[in-house]
C-alpha cells in the first residue's frame, strides 16, 4: 500500500472547496517509517457559482498531487463518485466531501486498519466513540438511523452509520462494483454490494462538524426517501 486517492465530488462549494484541499493537503500520512503518496481527484459535477476558478488555482497551488474532472452537465454526488473512482490510482481510496462537514484529520484512523491488513474497508462512524460532533437536526438523526438499521436488516451486517460520507476502500476491490446510482442513493448502493463480497469490514468514530441547509446542506427528504428503495433494490436484486 503506497498511495491514497481522495474523491472530492464537489458541486458549488466555493466557499470551503480550497481549505479543504488544504487540509487534505497538510494531513500526516507517515505508516511504519514510509509516507503515503497522495492524488486528490476534484471532480466537478457542473458548479454555477465560481467552484471552476478556485478548481484552476487549486491545480497551480498543488501540482502533481491534484487533477479534475468536469461533468458538462449536473449528475449528482454517485455520478461524480463513479467518475473519481474510475480516476484513481491509488491503492487505497477515500471519499471526502468538499464542505468541511468531516475532517481529513481523521484519515489516519481510516487507513490504519487497512494498512495492518485487519480490514478491507473502513466506514467513518458519527454516531460511536467519544469524538466531538456538531448538534443539528433531530430528524435527520433519526432517519439515519433508520436507514442504517434498515440496510444492516437487509444485509446482515452491523454497521452504526451506513449514510456516513468517509468511507476507505482497497482500492481493488472498490474498483470491481458495477455501480449505478448517480446522487446520495451511493451510499447504500456501495454498503449493499460491498456487503455481499463478504469481505472484511470494520468502523472507526470520527468527528462530525454538519451544516445547516442555510449553511449549504444539500441532503434533503426525497433523498431519504430513495435510500429506502436502494437498500431492497441492491441488497435483493442488485
Known amino acids: 500500500?503506497?498511495?491514497?486517492?481522495?474523491?472530492?465530488?464537489?458541486?458549488?462549494?466555493?466557499?470551503?472547496?480550497?481549505?479543504?484541499?488544504?487540509?487534505?493537503?497538510?494531513?500526516?500520512?507517515?505508516?511504519?517509517?514510509?509516507?503515503?503518496?497522495?492524488?486528490?481527484?476534484?471532480?466537478?459535477?457542473?458548479?454555477?457559482?465560481?467552484?471552476?476558478?478556485?478548481?484552476?488555482?487549486?491545480?497551480?497551488?498543488?501540482?502533481?498531487?491534484?487533477?479534475?474532472?468536469?461533468h458538462p452537465v449536473n449528475r449528482g454526488k454517485g455520478a461524480a463518485v463513479q467518475t473519481g473512482i474510475q480516476a484513481a490510482t491509488g491503492d487505497i481510496i477515500i471519499f471526502q466531501d468538499a464542505d468541511l462537514e468531516?475532517?481529513?484529520?481523521?484519515?489516519?484512523?481510516?487507513?490504519?486498519?487497512?494498512?495492518?491488513?485487519?480490514?478491507?474497508?473502513?466506514?467513518?462512524?458519527?454516531?460511536?466513540?467519544?469524538?466531538?460532533?456538531?448538534?443539528?437536526?433531530?430528524?435527520?438523526?433519526?432517519?439515519?438511523?433508520?436507514?442504517?438499521?434498515?440496510?444492516?436488516?437487509?444485509s446482515n451486517i452491523n454497521l452504526t452509520d451506513m449514510e456516513t460520507c468517509y468511507k476507505a476502500f482497497r482500492a481493488d476491490i472498490l474498483k470491481k462494483l458495477v455501480l449505478k446510482e448517480n446522487r446520495f442513493g451511493i451510499e447504500p448502493e456501495i454498503t449493499a454490494k460491498i456487503a455481499k463480497t463478504k469481505c472484511r469490514i470494520y468502523e472507526v468514530g470520527i468527528s462530525y462538524a454538519g451544516r445547516t441547509y442555510d449553511e449549504g446542506k444539500k441532503i434533503g427528504w426525497r433523498d431519504g426517501i430513495k435510500a429506502f428503495w436502494c437498500i431492497l433494490k441492491y441488497n435483493l436484486w442488485g
Open 102 to 154: 468531516y475532517s481529513p484529520d481523521e484519515y489516519p484512523k481510516l487507513l490504519e486498519p487497512i494498512l495492518n491488513e485487519e480490514a478491507d474497508v473502513v466506514y467513518g462512524s458519527r454516531f460511536i466513540g467519544s469524538e466531538k460532533r456538531r448538534v443539528l437536526y433531530y430528524w435527520h438523526s433519526v432517519g439515519n438511523k433508520i436507514l442504517t438499521t434498515f440496510s444492516n436488516m437487509m
Open 1 to 70: 500500500m503506497k498511495k491514497l486517492s481522495v474523491i472530492m465530488p464537489v458541486y458549488n462549494e466555493v466557499e470551503t472547496l480550497e481549505k479543504c484541499v488544504e487540509r487534505v493537503v497538510a494531513v500526516v500520512l507517515d505508516w511504519k517509517g514510509g509516507v503515503l503518496d497522495r492524488e486528490i481527484i476534484l471532480v466537478d459535477d457542473a458548479s454555477t457559482d465560481g467552484t471552476d476558478a478556485v478548481i484552476a488555482k487549486i491545480l497551480e497551488r498543488f501540482p502533481g498531487v491534484c487533477k479534475t474532472t468536469r
